[in-house]
């Protein structure tokens, strides 16, 4: 008789361990799954090895002329470029392009084919893309920003470590 | 049958005491849910962590002619900025307002988008030293939008000569 006690609570002690690990993981796995996406999901970003060069400049007519260089790791699929006639500010105001070689969405100048298709600049590949300035600018541009922009996961992403300024002689 | 009497099996006891303290947490944790505020999301993530993500330049523009100079400000990053809250320091006092950006050509209210520049007209109290930005996002609670200022933003600071 009292090696059957002896059994019987050992069970239950072990049981009751078990309940409890499992009770907790439980709930810790509901409490999880409920907080992961408010807490710990990141907004898509760049990779870090994005990166655009200013190669060269040239005006003529109200319009300029750049030609940029991919010195990244990543495909661009497209930039923004802005323009400021004021050396004491800031280049702000975003410039279109009117190349065909580029299909503007509001401040996104985005690279396409003749088809309007996307045809990123592929690492260390070159292009030059003409910007109408005289529209939006009182004067010629002395300073020009551009940044990259990417789309990944079907999502189009301005790159914000990729900004670089420049002085242009206009 | 004195012995089955005596009580509960220590696993009942055990799953008992368990369930009981799992009724009292979830009775509590609804009764103090009401004084705990409801957290702002911008899109499916909690607006704080959305802040981190935003980034724009700004530029100060003095217009001599007139009392009102104007901020220029371009949103670098690729979360919509609603408006900032713009700080004016001078002589160790700080007064701070809500601007919400204007479209450059037009002088329409904006969001700055992805991409997009804006300019603010503001009236520069004299004396002022410095101008700092922080950015204000439109979040939602439930279905409500609300507006959350970015407080953790390492902003943008503007010196004025």
């Known amino acids: ?170 | 049958m004195k012995k089955n009497k005596r009580g509960l099996s220590p696993v009942v006891t055990t799953v008992l005491l368990i369930a009981l303290v799992v009724i009292l947490a979830i009775i509590i944790l609804l009764w103090a849910i009401a004084f705990i505020p409801e957290s702002i999301l911008k899109g499916e993530r909690a607006i704080e962590s959305v802040c981190d993500d935003v980034a724009f330049e700004a530029s100060f523009k003095d217009i001599p002619e007139t009392n009102e100079d104007e901020i220029w400000v371009s949103n670098n990053g690729n979360v919509n900025i609603h408006a900032f809250e713009v700080g004016f320091y001078l002589e160790g006092d700080v007064s701070k307002e809500e601007v919400v950006p204007q479209d450059i050509g037009g002088g329409e209210p904006i969001t700055l988008r992805q991409g997009v520049s804006g300019k603010m007209t503001v009236d520069v109290p004299k004396g002022t030293t410095k101008i700092t930005l922080l950015p204000i996002l439109i979040g939602t609670v439930g279905e409500r939008e609300v507006k959350y200022l970015c407080k953790n933003h390492p902003g943008e600071e503007l010196i004025i000569a």
């Open chain 1, 1 to 170: 008789m009292r090696k059957i006690n002896k059994d019987k609570k050992a069970v239950s002690l072990m049981l009751s361990y078990v309940l409890l690990v499992l009770i907790a993981l439980a709930v810790g796995t509901l409490i999880y799954f409920w907080m992961k996406d408010v807490i710990f999901s990141p907004g898509e970003t760049c990779p870090e090895g994005v990166s655009l060069i200013i190669r060269d400049v040239s005006c003529s007519g109200g319009q300029i002329t750049i030609t940029i260089a991919n010195k990244g790791t990543f495909n661009v699929h497209g930039i923004i470029v802005r323009g400021s006639d004021d050396p004491e500010i800031a280049p702000i105001i975003n410039l279109k392009s009117i190349d065909s070689k580029i299909t503007v969405a509001e401040t996104l100048n985005m690279f396409t084919d003749v088809s309007g298709n996307s045809d990123p600049l592929e690492p260390n590949e070159e292009g030059e893309y003409t910007f109408d300035y005289s529209t939006v600018l009182p004067g010629p541009p002395v300073k020009i920003t551009i940044g990259a922009i990417r789309t990944q996961e079907e999502e189009t992403l301005v790159c914000e470590r990729t900004f670089i300024t420049r002085n242009v002689d206009c």
